[in-house]
């Protein structure tokens, strides 16, 4: 059986890196995976890819969508043999988001989550500012915003709600 020449296990692994980075959380399309942290590792062995995300938190009903989308961005890419690895240890923080992460959060109006700050009690510990004015009087409105992943929070300084990204 005539094998087809491959690609070096090195560049198979840069080609599925950069495809798979670039796929979008399902709940917060302006960030990636890669910007998340929950890409946790692109590894290939034998001419074999497998891609390991790590939820953002156990149940997050997002990751069976994010492993459909790892899986096409592969097949985008031309790489056909692939699995995806779902770790649930050690758990994802939220730590793990990139600043390039924290950055486009801000951006978008959501308050990132702070550096460190996972882990903690988060509500009544440290203030959350404002992502539109920078004021830290804000308040809590309700523990679930759009996703379960947001919570729904008012500054009082400018009136305006926003969500903050929840620490884990
Ligand atoms: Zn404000």
New binding site residues.
């Given amino acids: 059986m005539v094998r087809c020449k491959r690609a070096s296990d090195a560049a198979l692994r840069d080609l599925a890196r950069r495809a798979v980075e670039q796929v979008a959380d399902p709940e917060l399309p302006v960030l990636t995976i890669a910007d998340l942290g929950v890409l946790r590792d692109v590894t290939v062995r034998d001419g074999r890819v497998e891609v390991v995300i790590t939820p953002t938190y156990s149940g997050c009903p997002a990751m069976d969508l994010i492993e459909v989308e790892v899986a096409r961005a592969l097949d985008r890419a031309g790489i056909s043999e692939s699995r995806v690895r779902t770790a649930l240890s050690p758990a994802w923080t939220t730590d793990w988001i990139s600043e390039e992460g924290r950055r486009k959060l801000q951006e978008s109006g959501i308050a990132p989550p702070r550096p460190g700050a996972a882990g903690r009690a988060l509500f009544g510990r440290h203030a959350v500012c404002?992502p539109?004015?920078?004021?830290a009087s804000?308040r809590l409105l309700s523990e679930f915003g759009s996703t379960a992943c947001k919570a729904l929070w008012r500054?009082d300084?400018?009136r305006?709600p926003f969500e903050y990204f929840k620490c884990y």
Avoid at 132 to 135: A, K, Q
């Fill in positions: 404002c539109r004015c920078g004021s804000t500054c300084a400018c305006e």
